[in-house]
């Protein structure tokens, strides 16, 4: 069943499921994250926002957007850790106090400086374990290269404070997006695989990562 405005593109839904439009024209929306109140933000990319889209009568259907945090550098990756938001753009992350009443974000401090420059892949991506370490995605800056810093097309490990980040994973051309599996420390990532070889050569991948994994 499609309910709200007519999609796009064609779904097949499972019977007893339905399917309507949240919220649209939001340009080029990419992470997803529910705040601890339940109120959905959105990175935008191309903006350099990071939106709010509250649905306050839980009728499947955002009554407003808000511009939560603006003039950010390729924002993309979004998580909630002990009531903090942390965003990670092209070369920082940067965590913020979350205001769940006014859906507002205010300055607490950048935890993470001076990462790498993405080229082709400028998003990073990033998740909480339940040991309160946060793991962040690099992509790689081109198809097939030698990368010059340890960091790029690898998934990196700190704790909270950005101290002391380590390759927990490597050999991830761009490991777009990732995630833990709820109440594990499982860490899990899609792949995209090398361009302009056809679109089923090499295969995209969702990996489990393994600490110290090569998955080049």
């Known amino acids: 069943t499609e309910l709200g405005n007519p999609l796009p593109f064609q779904l097949l839904i499972r019977e007893g499921w339905q399917v309507r439009v949240f919220a649209d024209d939001l340009q080029e929306a990419r992470d997803l994250v529910f705040s601890p109140n339940q109120t959905l933000l959105v990175s935008i990319l191309a903006a350099g926002h990071i939106i709010a889209l509250p649905d306050k009568n839980q009728d499947g259907v955002a009554d407003d957007r808000r511009i939560v945090l603006s003039n950010l550098n390729n924002p993309h990756g979004l998580a909630f850790h002990q009531g903090q938001l942390f965003v990670a753009e092209e070369t920082q992350v940067t965590r913020y106090n979350w205001d769940k009443e006014t859906l507002m974000a205010t300055l607490d401090t950048v935890i993470l400086t001076d990462l790498p420059r993405g080229g082709r892949h400028d998003t990073r991506s990033l998740t909480f374990d339940t040991q309160g370490n946060l793991y962040l995605?690099?992509?790689?800056?081109?198809?097939?290269?030698?990368?010059?810093?340890?960091?790029?097309?690898?998934?990196?490990?700190?704790?909270?404070?950005?101290?002391?980040?380590?390759?927990?994973?490597?050999?991830?051309?761009?490991?777009?997006?990732?995630?833990?599996?709820?109440?594990?420390?499982?860490?899990?990532?899609?792949?995209?695989?090398?361009?302009?070889?056809?679109?089923?050569?090499?295969?995209?991948?969702?990996?489990?990562?393994?600490?110290?994994?090569?998955y080049g």
């Open 137 to 214: 995605s690099l992509g790689s800056t081109c198809d097939t290269c030698f990368e010059q810093h340890p960091w790029l097309a690898a998934v990196i490990q700190t704790d909270r404070e950005g101290r002391t980040p380590t390759v927990f994973s490597s050999g991830l051309r761009n490991a777009v997006f990732l995630t833990n599996k709820p109440g594990t420390d499982e860490i899990w990532v899609t792949e995209m695989g090398r361009d302009f070889l056809g679109p089923e050569t090499p295969p995209d991948e969702i990996n489990l990562l393994e600490s110290g994994g090569d």
